[in-house]
């Protein structure tokens, strides 16, 4: 019988009640805090019989919305070409150009939990970034969570994203965005916080006064400003995102559900 280590315990541990930081106390998910008190992204499941999963979050803008609803990810798209000496198979680092069209520089750990795509031959794909120093004013060395599999002449393009639960804002419906969680409370900018991403949730009605009263109609979907609404209601064949079931009784059973409450499917 295998005899796990340590640390392959605490690993099993933190993914369930979150990855705290040294020295820190604990949050509850319905508290904000100006201090980071756990890994960005880091995962909390509530026990039983509740069973929700939360992710800790960060807010880039303020999270107004008294009836939660959906929050995106505010990061930009960073592409790179890999910079200083090329990367050899093994190396658990790389260096890239600074993005021209950052106006700002990099912060340390700004990618922390973030991900990197390589375009070499063959492509090595998302990679997880476990940190990053502070750019140089040209470039930037990030941190890998695996060795390279191939080279990386330069310059070779990369794809680099920050933590999906990082830099979280507001759905606007300006322009193509995806819910990454639901906020269990308003949250001031640049707090930190847990974002709802499975099990039991209630959000805002996108129209009308809730969803379920549409003849077997059980999918329910997020409208590009956050709120709800079933199939009928949105026409998700345009692009709406999938955001979980209802658990209610739907009009199937000639019961009305009309209700707010649905099965939240985000993140498990």
């Excluded at 541990?13 to 106390?25: E, S």
């Excluded at 026990?47 to 609803?69: G, K, M, Q, V």
């Excluded at 419906?173 to 819910?179: E, K, L, P």
Aim: aromatic share 8%.
């Amino acid at each position: 019988m295998r005899h796990y280590s340590r640390a392959e315990m605490e690993q099993v541990f933190n993914h369930i009640v979150g990855d705290r930081l040294p020295g820190m106390g604990s949050q509850g998910i319905r508290e904000q805090s100006v201090a980071q008190r756990y890994e960005i992204g880091s995962r909390l499941e509530m026990p039983a019989p509740d069973y929700r999963t939360f992710h800790y979050c960060e807010a880039d803008i303020a999270h107004t919305n008294i009836l939660s609803a959906g929050i995106a990810n505010g990061d930009t798209l960073h592409f790179m070409n890999s910079a200083v000496i090329a990367g050899v198979a093994g190396d658990r680092a790389i260096s890239v150009v600074i993005d021209p069209a950052d106006v700002a520089g990099y912060a340390r750990d700004q990618f922390r939990g973030g991900s990197i795509t390589i375009h070499t031959a063959p492509i090595q794909i998302v990679y997880s970034i476990i940190g990053n120093d502070p750019d140089d004013g040209t470039n930037v060395l990030l941190r890998l969570g695996e060795p390279l599999i191939a080279a990386v002449p330069l310059p070779t393009f990369c794809e680099i994203h920050e933590s999906q639960y990082k830099s979280t804002v507001p759905m606007t419906g300006a322009g193509d965005q995806s819910v990454v969680a639901v906020p269990l409370m308003p949250v001031t900018i640049n707090n930190f916080f847990w974002g709802q991403t499975w099990g039991k949730c209630v959000c805002a009605a996108a129209v009308g006064g809730g969803i379920g009263a549409i003849v077997n109609e059980a999918s329910v979907y997020f409208q590009d400003d956050g709120s709800i609404g079933c199939g009928t209601d949105l026409l998700p064949a345009s692009g709406f995102q999938y955001a979980g079931y209802m658990i209610p009784t739907t009009s199937r059973l000639a019961a009305n559900a009309d209700s707010l409450y649905f099965m939240l499917q985000l993140d498990p």
